[in-house]
Nanobody, 122 residues
Framework: QVQLVESGGGSVQAGGSLRLSCVAS????????MAWFRQAPGKGRERVAA???????TYIDSVKGRFTVSRDNAKNTLYLQMASLKPEDSAIYLC????????????????WGRGTQVTVSA
């Protein structure tokens, strides 16, 4: 049974930094796609960053140059280093994994954690 557990969220002032972690258990091998999504109150879930098994990364435009996604396959752990945080980055950040493709997560498939809250004050 696959389980994802996020950690590292918190409250920071604008310009601050946070590092999120997501530990994936229950996999016999590291999942192909590991991604971070976020959901703010009243808004839909959006994919913030993803990293594929070959190391290819993608980001939404609003976080490029500020966020860095990485993974440790030996530990089945996903990370999101967030810097220069802005109030509009405030949201619940969720980790998602899929064994085949990242697009499956966009459609709500794959496996999901429960999320960690990030709050950025002005």
């Amino acid at each position: 049974q696959v389980q994802l557990v996020e950690s590292g969220g918190g409250s920071v002032q604008a310009g601050g930094s946070l590092r999120l972690s997501c530990v994936a258990s229950g996999y016999t091998s590291s999942p192909y796609c590991m991604a971070w999504f976020r959901q703010a109150p009243g808004k839909g879930r959006e994919r913030v960053a993803a990293i594929e098994g070959d190391g290819n990364t993608t980001y939404i435009d609003s976080v490029k140059g500020r966020f860095t996604v990485s993974r440790d396959n030996a530990k089945n752990t996903l990370y999101l280093q967030m810097a220069s945080l802005k109030p509009e980055d405030s949201a619940i950040y969720l980790c998602g994994t899929d064994g085949v493709r990242c697009q499956a997560l966009d459609g709500g498939g794959g496996f999901w954690g429960r999320g960690t809250q990030v709050t950025v004050s002005a």
